[in-house]
Nanobody, 124 residues
Framework: QVQLVESGGGLVQAGGSLRLSCAASGRTFSNYGMGWFRQAPGKEREFVAATSLSGSNRYYANSAKGRFTISTDNAKNTVYLQMNSLKPEDTAVYYC?????????????????WGQGTQVTVSS
């Protein structure tokens, strides 16, 4: 079992930055692909960013490219999402997730474990 706990969400003005953290416990995630998803009210959960199973590759949704960066610290069993140039449309609950098998990294169904989510609100 892997437990994931997100933190770092909050209220920020448009153009600002936030860094989300996701601490994993139970097992080291060195062989897990990690992902960030978000879900706005009334919308489906959508892919934001992910790492490959090896951790050597990074993938981003078009909406995140150039503004968000996913990174991992294996020593701390933590994955981060640095979000810059935030826009009101980035407002959502952000979820961290982990998968331990090959599958579509953009699909939430590929992930075995999920955190509880952290709210990000961007004001205009």
């Amino acid at each position: 079992q892997v437990q994931l706990v997100e933190s770092g969400g909050g209220l920020v003005q448009a153009g600002g930055s936030l860094r989300l953290s996701c601490a994993a416990s139970g097992r080291t995630f060195s062989n897990y692909g990690m992902g960030w998803f978000r879900q706005a009210p009334g919308k489906e959960r959508e892919f934001v960013a992910a790492t490959s199973l090896s951790g050597s590759n990074r993938y981003y949704a078009n909406s995140a490219k150039g503004r968000f960066t996913i990174s991992t610290d294996n020593a701390k069993n933590t994955v981060y999402l640095q979000m810059n140039s935030l826009k009101p449309e980035d407002t959502a609950v952000y979820y961290c997730a982990a998968r331990n098998y090959s599958g579509s990294y953009v699909s939430p169904f590929s992930y075995n474990y999920w955190g509880q989510g952290t709210q990000v609100t961007v004001s205009s």
